[in-house]
């Protein structure tokens, strides 16, 4: 299964709603981390020695650096870039399916978005 880290400003909604549908799922807040308040440029740095993939609402900057890291040929384990205007549970549905159908190498180097449809 994949492993997640969820950008501190990411929806805690549609993390409760993750973790009551599949309390295996392994997902990491930032802000229960030393990185709250860190930069996107070390966030993603800690995700790639994690291996862990991104979730963040911020198409305009976290993506820029992630993109930045896969041309500069360091290690970018993925972002799944999740619009905040999406419905919560529409949002679940898709991290679950991704989570349950897909290995961490499928994702390496890539910025998705939400919604998957």
């Not at 549609?14 to 799922?25: F, H, K, Q, S, T």
């Not at 949002?91 to 991704?98: E, P, R």
Request: aromatic share 6%; net charge negative.
């Amino acid at each position: 299964m994949l492993r997640f880290a969820a950008d501190e400003n990411f929806n805690n909604d549609i993390l409760d709603g993750l973790l009551v549908r599949e309390p295996n799922i392994d997902i990491v807040r930032i802000q229960d981390t030393e990185l709250y308040s860190k930069d996107d440029a070390h966030v993603l740095e800690w995700t790639a020695h994690e291996k862990r993939l991104l979730l963040p609402h911020d198409a305009s900057t976290m993506t820029k650096y992630a993109y930045e890291r896969v041309l500069e040929g360091k290690a970018m384990p993925g972002v799944i870039e999740v619009s905040d205007e999406l419905a919560v549970g529409s949002v679940i549905q898709d991290l679950l399916l991704l989570a349950g159908a897909s290995n961490e190498r499928e994702w390496e180097g890539q910025v998705i978005y939400l919604p998957l449809r």
